[in-house]
Each structure stands twice: as structure tokens, then as C-alpha cells.
T-cell receptor, first 113, second 115 residues
Framework: DAKTTQPNSMESNEEEPVHLPCNHS???????IHWYRQLPSQGPEYVIH???SNVNNRMASLAIAEDRKSSTLILHRATLRDAAVYYC??????????????FGKGTKLSVKP | DAGVIQSPRHEVTEMGQEVTLRCKPI?????LFWYRQTMMRGLELLIY????????DSGMPEDRFSAKMPNASFSTLKIQPSEPRDSAVYFC?????????????FGPGTRLTVT
């Protein structure tokens, strides 16, 4: 299975941008890159996903390297509410069981006031 | 929409007892997932259903675990008999099979403690 590598933890200051890195050197051509986050005592929630091009939505931006072997989740202005564990996940676009989400350890983001 | 609903939110039981966790997916979603989360193993997929049919239960730890989805709006995860190592937070998630986002919506989880 294609896997991802993320730092265990990161710190940020409130109202500053945050760049969360993810390495996925064994990514295949059909793998989508998904980001979920899990706030304390809650279930994970979808943040963003992409295949090849950079993506933006109301929550964040996803920057995907040209060779797709790494990506970066960008929170433009961190708030205290963004403190969470962020998961970078590869999902096989062919679907079936290979298309399910496999969660790793993620990056625990702390936001300082 | 109320989102994915799970009950109970907390369950404390003694070893050997039967435990039933319940999940109501979001209306219109036709794929349902059961996950388990522990500090040691993280978030693990146990089983998932498409259109009420179990598709892959390879993540179910052993025969003590069983899951059913009798209709599109209800699913159960049963543990019989329960053991202390089953203590974890159990999440249910749902999504639409069609669509390109593959966005799963998670419930708030059931925290199970087996003493």
C-alpha cells in the first residue's frame, strides 16, 4: 500500500499561516491525496483532497508537488480551533476496498495564542 | 441534517458482557463504515457496507465482533463477549457512493470501556 510520512507534531501561532507537509514517495498515478483532521474528542472531518493540481476551499489549500511525491496542507490563518491531528491519506481512485481511507498517525498541530 | 448519529456516546461494561453500538448514517448516504481508535493502534477500519451489504470485514479483529445493516438508516456493531482490550472509541462514518469527493462524514463516536 502507498503510505504517507508526516511530522508527529507542529506548533503555530494564532493568525499565522501553517504549512503541514506530507511525503508520499510511492504514490501511484491513480492515488488521490486526502486530508482529514480530528479535533479533540471528535470524529475526523474532511478538509480537502486533490489529484494533481493545487486545490483551494473554504478551509484550506492543498499544494501538490509536480512529481506528486509530496504535498502541503496550508491553513492561511491559524485559529485556536484549528488545533487538531491532521491526517494525510492516499486513496486509490480505482475504488473497491483499495479505495478506502487508511489513517496513519497524522500531525498534531498546536496553536498558540 | 443532524449528521451521523451514534449511540450510546459512552458505554462502560464488564468483561464477558455483550455490547451493542448503534449508528444512524446521514440520509441519502449509501456507504457506511465502522472504525475503532486506540492510542496504540490509531484509527482502524473494521468493516464497511455499500447499499446495506457488507463489502469488506477484514478489519474485524475476531469472531467476537459482528456488524449488521438491516436497512439504509441503521447499523449495529456488536461485541460478544467483550474483553478489556476492546476498550476504545468506535466511530461510524457514512458517505455517498456516487460523487467525486469521497468525503466521509464521521459521527461523534462511542467511547467503550470494558472492565
Amino acid at each position: 500500500d502507498a503510505k504517507t510520512t508526516q511530522p508527529n507534531s507542529m506548533e503555530s501561532n494564532e493568525e499565522e499561516p501553517v504549512h503541514l507537509p506530507c511525503n508520499h514517495s510511492t504514490i501511484s498515478g491513480t492515488d488521490y491525496i486526502h486530508w482529514y483532521r480530528q479535533l479533540p474528542s471528535q470524529g475526523p472531518e474532511y478538509v480537502i483532497h486533490g489529484l494533481t493540481s493545487n486545490v483551494n476551499n473554504r478551509m484550506a489549500s492543498l499544494a501538490i508537488a509536480e512529481d506528486r511525491k509530496s504535498s502541503t496542507l496550508i491553513l492561511h490563518r491559524a485559529t485556536l480551533r484549528d488545533a487538531a491531528v491532521y491526517y494525510c491519506i492516499l486513496r486509490d481512485g480505482y475504488g473497491g476496498s483499495q479505495g478506502n481511507l487508511i489513517f496513519g498517525k497524522g500531525t498534531k498541530l498546536s496553536v498558540k495564542p | 441534517d443532524a449528521g451521523v448519529i451514534q449511540s450510546p456516546r459512552h458505554e462502560v461494561t464488564e468483561m464477558g458482557q455483550e455490547v451493542t453500538l448503534r449508528c444512524k448514517p446521514i440520509s441519502g448516504h449509501n456507504s457506511l463504515f465502522w472504525y475503532r481508535q486506540t492510542m496504540m493502534r490509531g484509527l482502524e477500519l473494521l468493516i464497511y457496507f455499500n447499499n446495506n451489504v457488507p463489502i469488506d470485514d477484514s478489519g474485524m479483529p475476531e469472531d467476537r465482533f459482528s456488524a449488521k445493516m438491516p436497512n439504509a438508516s441503521f447499523s449495529t456493531l456488536k461485541i460478544q463477549p467483550s474483553e478489556p482490550r476492546d476498550s476504545a472509541v468506535y466511530f461510524c462514518a457514512s458517505r455517498k457512493l456516487a460523487g467525486d469527493t469521497y468525503e466521509q462524514y464521521f459521527g461523534p463516536g462511542t467511547r467503550l470501556t470494558v472492565t
